[in-house]
């Protein structure tokens, strides 16, 4: 079993940042690959950012590029997403996930990863 908690979300303004934690208990994060998603009101989930088991692969969704990073602490259990140039559009609650036992094939299909946190909700103002 694998619990997921995501945290850091809140109100900021466009332009501005946010740091989301997601931290991992039950069994330690450093065994596999993490994914963040997110979900606006009236939309279907969608994939934000994945990083591999080891920290040194990382992919991201076209909307985000450059403006999100992602990168994880395996000795603290923890992954990170850290979220610049926020734009509107960027309001949703985001989600970590993973997968686990087993490797993920399409690291950007929700349905690949059967551990997600509870969300964190992000909301950016004009």
């Known amino acids: 079993q694998v619990q997921l908690v995501e945290s850091g979300g809140g109100l900021v303004q466009a332009g501005g940042s946010l740091r989301l934690s997601c931290a991992a208990s039950?069994?330690?994060?450093?065994?596999?690959?993490m994914g963040w998603f997110r979900q606006a009101p009236g939309k279907e989930r969608e994939f934000v950012g994945y990083?591999?088991?080891?920290?040194?692969?990382?992919d991201y969704a076209d909307s985000v590029k450059g403006r999100f990073t992602i990168s994880r602490d395996n000795a603290k259990d923890s992954v990170y997403l850290q979220m610049n140039s926020l734009k509107p559009e960027d309001t949703a609650v985001y989600y970590c996930?993973?997968?686990?036992?087993?490797?993920?094939?399409?690291?950007?299909?929700?349905?690949?990863?059967?551990?997600w946190g509870q969300g964190t909700q992000v909301t950016v103002s004009s």
């Open positions: 996930a993973t997968k686990y036992p087993g490797a993920l094939y399409d690291a950007g299909a929700p349905n690949e990863y059967n551990y």
């Open positions: 039950g069994r330690t994060t450093s065994a596999y690959a």
């Open positions: 990083i591999n088991r080891g920290g040194y692969y990382t």
